[in-house]
């Protein structure tokens, strides 16, 4: 008789035992009891790479604390999270990384208008001996002329997520671990501009970026007061998106004294998994919102007078006169005479409503979609 392959492993960890798939690493195992450990390379979207050190934890048997993102669950696995080893460990590391930062005047990572992972994990377990900074020879692409990513050495860790994940997700490879040593940086294929590599300027690189080394060009600087989830209107995949709000004046740069309005000033995506786009978004997504806040956006509904001029109406004086245009034809052409045509931007229940208006409302099945092309 074949025995039954075991599918499941049950391990423990800080004192609770926990029953996870097979193959499963210490890390997810962690989460499953909502166990804190911290991470930097880390992201469930690619292949663990365990080269930041952060989730180095206790396992029994093992001489070397091990990293929980890559080291696999057994049975009867021991492990723990919280003990002074490891409390040790993390002070130290951090400290390593904290004198390769640059830091403000309080001592403390450079804030860079993004959440950065290494300033939230210094707070919350604090660092070891304090170091001499370290003068790290990392280069950036001073000379890129991309309009949308902003790559800054002096807070990068060299976790190498973005590259990863430009590998492994976007299957792009527009950037690379370049050099060696200390001297190791993020770069491309001969340093050249990201305009002329594969890159997608997809903002995937900003999104996984653990301590803000790569940002959003556009809003450098810029506050968040409030984020708002919304859906995305450039196509039909119904990606979600946060939309950072601010005051800010009216022109971006103009003096402090000037017209306040609120204004979007930068675009995330959520946590992966969350959403139907798991935290992906592409460059339209991401960086195609200036049209919000456009001068010449209508915020309000024009009706044609007789004077040939558009003028500012009421919705409810606008759909009278669509109305009236729409019956006008049908009356003097025919039902078939009208073609109505919606938009990929809008929702499934207005697209639903547009056929429905075409097929029960005026008799056509002239109705088209400009997803369907």
């Known amino acids: 008789m074949n025995q039954l392959i075991e599918t499941t492993v049950v391990l423990e960890i800080d004192g609770e035992s926990v029953e996870v798939p097979q193959g499963e690493t210490v890390l997810k195992a962690a989460r499953a009891l909502d166990i804190e450990i911290p991470v930097l390379c880390h992201d469930d979207r690619?292949?663990?790479?365990?080269?930041?050190?952060?989730?180095?934890?206790?396992?029994?048997?093992?001489?070397?604390?091990?990293?929980?993102?890559?080291?696999?669950?057994?049975?009867?696995?021991?492990?723990?999270?919280?003990?002074?080893?490891?409390?040790?460990?993390?002070?130290?590391?951090?400290?390593?990384?904290?004198?390769?930062?640059?830091?403000?005047?309080?001592?403390?990572?450079?804030?860079?208008?993004?959440?950065?992972?290494?300033?939230?994990?210094?707070?919350?377990?604090?660092?070891?001996?304090?170091?001499?900074?370290?003068?790290?020879?990392?280069?950036?692409?001073?000379?890129?002329?991309?309009?949308?990513?902003?790559?800054?050495?002096?807070?990068?860790?060299?976790?190498?997520?973005?590259?990863?994940?430009?590998?492994?997700?976007?299957?792009?490879?527009?950037?690379?671990?370049?050099?060696r040593g200390s001297a190791t940086t993020i770069g491309t294929a001969d340093q050249r501009n990201l305009l002329d590599t594969s890159c997608e300027l997809c903002g995937g690189c900003i999104a996984v970026c653990p301590t803000g080394a790569m940002t959003e060009k556009p809003s450098l600087a810029l506050p968040t007061e409030q984020i708002v989830r919304s859906t995305c209107n450039f196509c039909g995949v119904g990606c979600q998106l946060d939309l950072h709000v601010a005051e800010v004046p009216v022109t971006i740069g103009a003096p402090a004294s000037a017209k306040q309005t609120k204004r979007v000033t930068r675009v995330t995506s959520p946590e992966p998994g969350t959403t139907v786009n798991d935290g992906n978004l592409c460059i339209k997504g991401r960086f195609s919102y200036e049209f919000i806040n456009h001068d010449e956006r209508l915020k309000e509904p024009l009706i044609r007078g007789a004077d040939g001029q558009l003028h500012p109406a009421t919705w409810e004086q606008a759909i009278a006169r669509v109305a009236e245009g729409l019956h006008g034809v049908k009356q003097r052409h025919g039902a078939d005479a009208l073609g109505f045509v919606s938009s990929s931007r809008c929702t499934g229940e207005e697209n639903y409503l547009m056929q429905k208006l075409s097929r029960a409302a005026f008799g056509t099945n002239n109705c088209h979609q400009c997803a369907a092309t």
């Open 46 to 179: 690619v292949e663990p790479a365990g080269c930041c050190r952060m989730c180095l934890v206790e396992v029994e048997g093992q001489r070397r604390l091990q990293p929980a993102c890559t080291f696999k669950a057994s049975p009867g696995m021991k492990v723990r999270t919280d003990t002074e080893r490891v409390a040790r460990h993390r002070r130290g590391l951090l400290s390593l990384y904290k004198a390769d930062h640059r830091l403000d005047e309080a001592g403390k990572p450079v804030s860079r208008g993004v959440h950065d992972m290494l300033a939230d994990h210094i707070a919350t377990y604090g660092t070891g001996p304090e170091l001499e900074p370290v003068n790290a020879p990392r280069v950036s692409r001073e000379h890129d002329t991309n309009p949308y990513i902003q790559f800054d050495p002096d807070a990068c860790v060299v976790c190498g997520l973005c590259v990863r994940y430009c590998d492994e997700v976007e299957a792009v490879s527009a950037i690379t671990l370049l050099g």
